[in-house]
């Protein structure tokens, strides 16, 4: 496993609140994701997981706390200034644009990098440069996640894994820091869910990106993330590497102790998926 | 005078917080603009007239049965066009599109069968004669007005805040999939809260035809203006904050018209709606149901 | 030949103009729909642009340039203070701000000494005409066609599709929006100040309620998967009442009608089609 190199944490999370009603969904949390790592973030269902996204990507905001990324404070971006900053997400849901083509969908997570203007009205040359680029960009991106072949397709048509796999192609367009995954692996098959740990691995060694993920199969988290963090009703209860993670007794109490189906002690699969 | 014009103003008020009371608890537990609701306001109005003119009732059966007759096709719009929508979990904007559609469709449908004139209740329909209290005078209708219409208020906001039924209502305007495993039945929740918002509108639209004794198809489409109005200043889906609204606003429209000029009246209702999107979006009160995009 | 085809334009000429007035509305309304929002203003943009068009004509023999100009100018600005507020909340804001925007300046104009009061302005220059009309539909048309294939274009459906998603891939939703709304009021505005130059008159209750909601039923029949698509829409629902006689009385029924039956049962309108998004 990589060890995390001595500068600065990526993602510093601190003190972060949100209460609905009453509710403390995510209750003054703190945690660091050092650059070029997997940060695992786990705990049962309704642990504030996605909630604990939606206030690190800016599609909710936070009661309190803040979040910093690369040393800049985010409170108070909206969604799309912290994408330019270098902040990518996918969704737990599946939300692809589904009535747009793959690389139509590609494309618009290249949005913040393109600056096209009046251009568009008179088709000038920068904007059809521009245009070939990113479509070129798209393209690469494409095959990366091995949809190459999809391009043309509408999005809504794809398999479930590929759309999956597509959420994270549109994701990496937005040309990244840090990319969140809400579980990734959701409704995957044994064959998908072993592919798509390829990809994430290729991601972080090959591309030097940070991930912070949360995902219910334990045998991917465990053979994945660097670190882990894991959150019960709303709150940290342990933070630490795989091992640690799995030998601290409040986890086993809280999490693996409860015999749901996230603490079965499943195989990683050791067959190599047939991607379409 | 000051103290007659406060007086008016409170009656007129009161119409409109009755009028935006049905339309915010609509919202607030369908999540929907629906904007047949000032067809309701109409039809109420008209079935009252209908049953004063064509059956000779007195005004205290018109009032409920006109009321009755706006619920029920308020349960009808919402099952025929929106059941449809919310099973297809259809953005907010296809429902009030729906209703939009249906809204023309009604008011040229009452305007083909009913024509455009106006019309007025039968002389002596009502007669409550007048009350002097030091120089104000209040009118008997007024009096009903104001009476039916805080009436109304009170059991509404008494039977959403401190009953088992409000309470299930509540529930499904929360979280609708959370109140189903409660054993609520959503569904018929949904036709309640049609029901009682229809029936609300249709007795405000009773009230206001009987305080300007003018009826008319479109009657409703310049009233839903002031009840746009009430219930963003009150707050999208705040009941309470949609009568302290009402009342608000009647008292300015009341006051513009005696001190400024009745011109300006017909636009208080919209710069209020504009002054409160821009400085107070989520109502004086700041609980509207409404989150932020 | 000739001859023939000039009977045919001054028997049909209110039709012709009404076909291209009704085109340019029904792209205005279909920019805001791009976006994912509503806007029930466009009837009254176009009041604006009326009255301020031809108020200019009228009373300073203003050029009609001036007077398009300015038509396209004071509804932007009207849009940015009716529904510049609403933009960083729900739809659901915008839709309820534009209608009251509708019956107010129904008011207004009603009230209006200046502006002909209850009896509306007459007496309105003829300007601009077939020419002008169908000219800056074109120009409309093959504008947004090249908007809409490009990354901008891509932003909008990507807006109307999901608002959440579209945020995070970084598009900046709040300008959007109000870009949208700011050009689709001056369109509307341009539209009216058309209009009001090819028909001589203008009244207070041309631009209502109902107004808006026809002007919406366009975009909804012809569908917004490219802008052609509620062009057509605005063509079909502009000749139907002419064709089909026994109709006209029932108009406004059967806009609401289809209004119902499009979004219930047909949301990509009648002519499906989707516009590529790269340019």
Redesign the interface.
């Known amino acids: 496993m990589a060890t995390p190199p001595p500068t600065g944490p990526l993602l510093a999370v601190e003190g972060l609140t949100r209460r609905f009603q009453g509710l403390v969904a995510v209750d003054a949390v703190d945690f660091a994701v050092a650059e070029g790592t997997v940060h695992g973030l786990i705990g049962p269902n309704g642990a504030g997981k996605t909630t604990l996204f939606n206030l690190v990507?800016?599609?909710l905001a936070p009661s309190a706390g803040s979040v910093r990324l690369d040393g800049r404070a985010l409170d108070g971006l909206?969604?799309?200034r912290r994408?330019?900053l270098g902040l990518?997400?996918t969704?737990q849901n599946i939300?692809v644009?589904?009535?747009?083509?793959v690389?139509?969908n590609v494309?618009?997570?290249?949005?913040?990098r393109?600056t096209?203007g009046w251009g568009?009205?008179v088709?000038s040359p920068a904007?059809?440069a521009e245009?070939r680029a990113?479509?070129a960009r798209a393209r690469d991106l494409l095959a990366f996640v091995g949809l190459a072949e999809a391009a043309g397709t509408r999005a809504g048509d794809l398999a479930y894994g590929d759309q999956r796999r597509l959420e994270i192609a549109?994701a990496l367009a937005?040309e990244p820091r840090l990319v969140l995954l809400d579980e990734p692996a959701a409704g995957m098959n044994p064959a998908e869910t072993h592919a798509l740990l390829g990809l994430l691995r290729r991601l972080r060694d090959e591309r030097g990106l940070t991930l912070l993920l949360v995902e219910h199969d334990m045998p991917l988290v465990m053979s994945l993330c660097d670190r882990l963090t894991v959150l019960n009703f709303g709150r940290r209860i342990a933070d630490g590497t795989p091992a640690e993670v799995r030998a601290h007794p409040a986890v086993i109490e809280a999490y693996l102790g409860t015999g749901g189906h996230d603490a079965g002690p499943r195989a990683v699969p050791q067959s190599r998926g047939t991607a379409p | 005078m000051l103290e007659q014009q406060l007086v008016n103003g409170v009656v007129l008020g009161a119409t409109y917080a009755l009028f935006a009371i049905g339309f915010t608890l609509m919202f607030g537990v369908m999540g929907v603009?629906n904007?047949t609701y000032g067809v309701y306001f109409a039809l109420g109005a008209f079935a009252a007239l209908w049953s004063t003119q064509g059956l000779g009732l007195p005004i205290w059966a018109a009032l409920p049965l006109g009321a009755a007759v706006a619920g029920v096709l308020a349960v009808a719009v919402d099952t025929l066009?929106l059941t449809?929508?919310r099973k297809a979990k259809a953005?907010?904007?296809?429902s009030?599109?729906?209703t939009?559609?249906?809204?023309?469709?009604?008011?040229?449908?009452m305007a083909?069968a009913l024509g455009t004139e106006i019309r007025r209740f039968p002389a002596g329909v009502f007669d409550g004669g007048a009350y002097s209290l030091g120089a104000v005078r209040i009118g008997g209708t007024q009096v009903l007005i104001f009476g039916a219409a805080l009436v109304l208020v009170v059991a509404l906001l008494a039977l959403v805040r401190g009953s088992r039924l409000g309470l299930a209502i509540r529930a499904v305007a929360e979280n609708p999939d959370a109140a189903a495993l409660m054993g609520i039945n959503g569904a018929l929740m949904l036709r309640v809260v049609s029901f009682l918002s229809g029936a609300i509108g249709g007795a405000a639209g009773v009230l206001v035809g009987l305080n300007f004794n003018a009826i008319q198809p479109f009657m409703g489409?310049?009233m839903?203006?002031r009840g746009?109005?009430v219930i963003?200043v009150g707050g999208?889906g705040d009941l309470r904050g949609a009568l302290l609204a009402g009342l608000l606003l009647g008292l300015a429209e009341v006051l513009t018209a005696a001190y400024l000029s009745s011109?300006l009246k017909?636009?208080i209702?919209?710069a209020l709606?504009?002054a409160t999107?821009?400085f107070r979006?989520l109502g004086l009160f700041g609980r509207a149901a409404?989150?932020?995009? | 030949m000739w001859e023939a085809l000039d009977d045919f334009y001054w028997t049909y000429q209110s039709l012709i103009h009404g076909i291209g007035v009704n085109g340019i509305l029904a792209l205005s309304v279909y920019v805001v729909l791009a976006v994912?929002?509503?806007s029930?203003g466009q009837a009254a943009f176009m009041g604006v642009g009326a009255y301020t068009g031809a108020l200019l004509s009228v009373k300073f023999g203003a050029p009609f340039a001036l007077s398009m100009a300015a038509a396209a100018a004071v509804p932007a600005l009207l849009a940015l203070?009716?529904g510049?507020?609403?933009l960083?909340?729900?739809?659901?804001?915008l839709?309820?701000?534009t209608?009251?925007?509708g019956?107010?300046t129904r008011?207004?104009f009603l009230?209006w000494d200046y502006a002909g009061g209850a009896l509306g302005l007459s007496g309105i220059p003829e300007r601009g005409g077939v020419g002008a009309i169908y000219g800056t539909l074109a120009v409309l048309l093959a504008?947004l066609t090249?908007?809409a294939r490009?990354?901008?274009g891509?932003?909008m459906?990507?807006m109307r599709?999901?608002?959440?998603?579209?945020?995070?891939?970084?598009?900046?939703?709040?300008r959007y929006r109000l870009t949208a709304l700011v050009a689709s009021s001056a369109m509307a505005g341009v539209a009216g100040c058309l209009s009001a130059h090819v028909s001589s008159f203008i009244g207070p209750n041309e631009y209502g309620?109902?107004a808006a909601?026809t002007i919406?039923?366009y975009a909804?029949l012809g569908g917004i998967g490219s802008p052609l698509a509620p062009v057509l829409g605005a063509t079909i629902l502009t000749l139907l009442p002419e064709v089909l006689r026994p109709l006209a009385?029932?108009r406004?029924?059967v806009?609401?009608?289809?209004?119902?039956?499009?979004?219930?049962f047909m949301?990509r309108g009648i002519l499906p089609w989707?516009i590529?998004?790269?340019?």
């Open positions: 990507s800016g599609v909206p969604p799309y994408t330019a990518a997400r969704f939300r644009f589904s009535e747009m083509t690389l139509e494309m618009t997570g290249l949005h913040t393109l096209a568009i009205l088709r904007f059809r245009e990113a479509k549109r937005c | 603009i904007l066009l449809r929508l953005p907010e904007l296809a009030l599109m729906v939009l559609g249906a809204t023309l469709f009604l008011y040229a449908g083909a489409e310049h839903m203006l746009f109005a963003i999208l011109t017909d636009m209702a919209f709606l504009v999107l821009w979006p409404a989150k932020r995009a | 994912g929002q509503l029930l203070v009716v510049g507020p609403t960083r909340l729900t739809g659901v804001y839709a309820i701000a209608i009251g925007l019956e107010i008011i207004v009230n504008g090249l908007v490009s990354r901008v891509r932003a459906e990507a599709e999901d608002e959440a998603a579209a945020g995070v891939m970084g598009v900046n939703l709040p309620f109902e909601v919406l039923s909804l009385d029932f406004l029924m806009n609401g009608l289809i209004i119902v039956l499009a979004v219930l949301p989707r590529a998004r790269t340019g």
